[in-house]
């Protein structure tokens, strides 16, 4: 399943909101009714972190400004008030179908 | 707490070979598959290879770009799992991550193929 991310990168302003796009090229709702979409965040030098899993669940210790959403084939990943602390490259990730698959990465940066 | 932790990273010959050894802690070993997932140089996340929880022959998965070079193993024992590389390219130039799907990662062991 191929992943497509939009915008590749995003200048935003600190603490204002940023939102990125993923769109998956199959469904990714799964035969147990569970769709296997997440995010992922990697600060720079840093391995990728969990945000969200399963559309719209944050992970453990993940902020609240960090909201996911979406159905099928898209789906959106948005931060409300963005920090310093964010700058980095998000990543989309199916684990619906065998092999996963990632988007190609969105580079956020401040303004 | 999870940690993973890998080792065995280095620079290695086109055609050459290296193991790659994850250190898991903090979990349930055997309850858990197991993937690696690696990144080249200012590129984007890709899959490599994955390994059941009991890691029985038919409990593995590969990569088309790897399939036939790699194998992936694990040692439910000491709670390691493995990623053997054979005929390696200069194209496997990537860190390496070896990651519990797909809530936690390890930071990374980086290989590099070059002459």
């Known amino acids: 399943i191929a992943m497509i991310q939009s915008p590749l990168t995003s200048p935003v302003t600190l603490g204002q909101p940023a939102s990125i796009s993923c769109t998956s090229s199959?469904?990714?709702?799964?035969?147990?009714?569970?769709?296997?979409l997440s995010w992922l965040q990697q600060r720079p030098g840093q391995p990728p972190r969990l945000l969200i899993y399963?559309?719209?669940n944050r992970f453990s210790g993940v902020p609240d400004r960090f909201s996911g959403s979406g159905a099928g084939t898209d789906f959106t990943l948005k931060i409300s008030r963005v920090e310093a602390e964010d700058v980095g490259v998000y990543y989309c990730?199916?684990?619906?179908?065998?092999?996963?698959?990632f988007g190609q990465g969105t580079k956020l940066e401040i303004k | 707490e999870v940690e993973l932790l890998e080792s065995g990273g280095g620079l290695v010959k086109p055609g050459g070979s290296l193991r790659l050894s994850c250190a898991a802690s903090?979990?349930?070993?055997?309850?858990?598959?197991m993937s690696w997932v690696r990144q080249a140089p200012g590129g984007g996340l890709e899959w490599v290879s994955a390994?059941?929880?009991?890691?029985?022959?038919?409990?593995?998965l590969y990569a088309d770009s790897v399939k036939g070079r790699f194998t992936i193993s694990r040692d439910n024992s000491r709670n390691r799992v493995y990623l053997q590389m054979n005929d390696l390219r200069p194209e496997d130039t990537a860190v390496y991550y070896c990651?519990?799907?797909?809530?936690?990662w390890g930071q990374g062991a980086l290989v590099t193929v070059s002459s």
């Open positions: 990651a519990r799907p797909w809530d936690y």
């Open positions: 903090g979990f349930i070993f055997t309850s858990y598959a």
């Open positions: 390994i059941s929880g009991s890691g029985t022959a038919g409990g593995t």
């Open positions: 199959e469904s990714l709702l799964h035969s147990d009714g569970n769709t296997y």
């Open positions: 399963k559309v719209s």
């Open positions: 990730m199916q684990a619906t179908q065998v092999p996963c698959s």
